[in-house]
């Protein structure tokens, strides 16, 4: 069974670079029709698509997210991981990371595509 | 690139809950709904539409009709009491997009 979980500082300083990693178990990250994706969520707020790569190195990312966001993955390790700089309070949320589903007859990012399953999540709080 | 849901919805138990969620480029693309409890992450419950993964209660099943999908949540149980997230790409398909969530109070 595909298993995920997030792990890194919970506190971060403003203006710093939020880094996280996700830990995938019961199956790789290389080689699979999947992409990885990083999705977050604002204490008592709704859901928020981050980004996701393919182990090809393709990524997508938000469009207003995009000048801060980067995914990258460690194969040898079966992880992949998000940065996020120049934070702010604003971006106090907890973090999931996701494996991401393509569109099941073209296998391609965009339409069609949903996350299953999800790690835990892990909240990081940005302040001073 | 957004999709609307109704912020919350309250039913008794055994009868029926329907949330919404409308966008404009649904005619063109499946949509996905997950149900997330207090403190878990999210679980999908429907995808492509109306289609539902295995573990996934038959009491639960989705619809779609122009630019709104709807999830159907037959004979509730206090269990359902979650928050309920529909899902899908802009109409380019260069981004993902959650709902803002519906909050399904079973009272």
């Known amino acids: 069974q595909l298993q995920l979980q997030e792990s890194g500082p919970g506190l971060v300083k403003p203006s710093e670079t939020l880094s996280l990693t996700c830990t995938v178990s019961g199956g790789s990250i290389r080689r699979s029709s999947y992409y990885w994706g990083w999705i977050r969520q604002p204490p008592g707020r709704g859901l928020e698509w981050l980004g996701s790569f393919y182990y090809t190195g393709t990524t997508h990312y938000n469009p207003s997210l995009k000048t801060r966001v980067t995914i990258s993955i460690d194969m040898s390790n079966n992880q992949f991981s998000l940065k996020l700089g120049s934070v702010t309070a604003a971006d106090t949320a907890v973090y999931y990371c996701?494996?991401?589903?393509?569109?099941?007859?073209?296998?391609?990012?965009?339409?069609?595509?949903?996350?299953?399953?999800w790690g835990q999540g892990t909240l990081v709080t940005v302040s001073s | 690139y957004e999709l609307t849901q109704p912020p919350s919805v309250s039913v008794s138990p055994g009868q029926t809950a329907s949330i919404t969620c409308s966008g404009d480029a649904l005619p063109q693309q499946y949509a996905y709904w997950y149900q997330q409890k207090p403190g878990q992450a999210p679980v999908v419950v429907i995808y492509k539409d109306n289609e539902r993964p295995s573990g996934i209660p038959g009491r639960f099943s989705g619809s779609s009709s122009g630019t709104t999908v709807t999830l159907t949540i037959s004979g509730v149980l206090t269990e359902d009491e979650a928050d309920y997230y529909c899902?899908?790409?802009?109409?380019?398909?260069?981004?993902?997009?959650f709902g803002g969530g519906t909050k399904l109070t079973v009272l």
């Open positions: 899902q899908s790409a802009d109409s380019s398909g260069t981004y993902q997009v």
């Open positions: 996701a494996r991401h589903v393509p569109d099941s007859l073209t296998g391609s990012f965009g339409v069609n595509n949903y996350f299953d399953p």
